[in-house]
């Protein structure tokens, strides 16, 4: 499964921090920004109209259609943590993914004094650490071997 996008979007819908792993899913930085901030509508829409009980902290975790998959995780603090990928039946190794992000996110983002909440990361620790991941990963899943650096 090849890794296309991912995203990092704050709590009020503004994207933060994006990455392209696949040059064939490049997409203008303006493309970035609207992809980001509909789908932090769309996450919010979604945990209000849940049948089961409004949950704020709820929302769309996993999306599957025939052209890719879109994983999500969302932070205790509001943060989301999305990811696109090739259409794959199980959407578990993403969702583990995102984990493994977030905890690169929390030593290296969270940990760094310079960095403000809530704004644009600007990390080179954490570019080069999510980039050591994307590429650990397209080892253990080899149709993600296509992976191509930024």
Avoid: W
């Amino acid at each position: 499964m090849q890794l296309h996008n991912f995203f990092i979007v704050n709590k009020a819908g503004g994207l933060i921090y994006n990455r392209s792993f696949s040059a064939k899913a490049r997409l203008s930085g303006n493309d970035y920004l609207v992809l980001a901030s509909t789908f932090h509508s769309l996450h919010s829409i979604a945990s209000q109209i849940s049948p089961v009980s409004p949950d704020p902290e709820g929302g769309i975790e996993s999306m599957q259609v025939d052209t890719f998959t879109l994983c999500c995780f969302q932070t205790q603090t509001g943060i989301k943590l999305f990811i696109t990928a090739d259409p794959n039946k199980n959407a578990t190794s993403l969702q583990s993914f995102l984990r493994k992000v977030y905890q690169i996110y929390t030593d290296y983002v969270l940990k760094n004094p310079f960095y403000e909440l809530d704004q644009v990361i600007r990390c080179s620790l954490f570019d080069k650490h999510l980039e050591l991941l994307a590429q650990k990963y397209a080892q253990v899943h080899p149709s993600a071997s296509t992976y191509t650096r930024k």
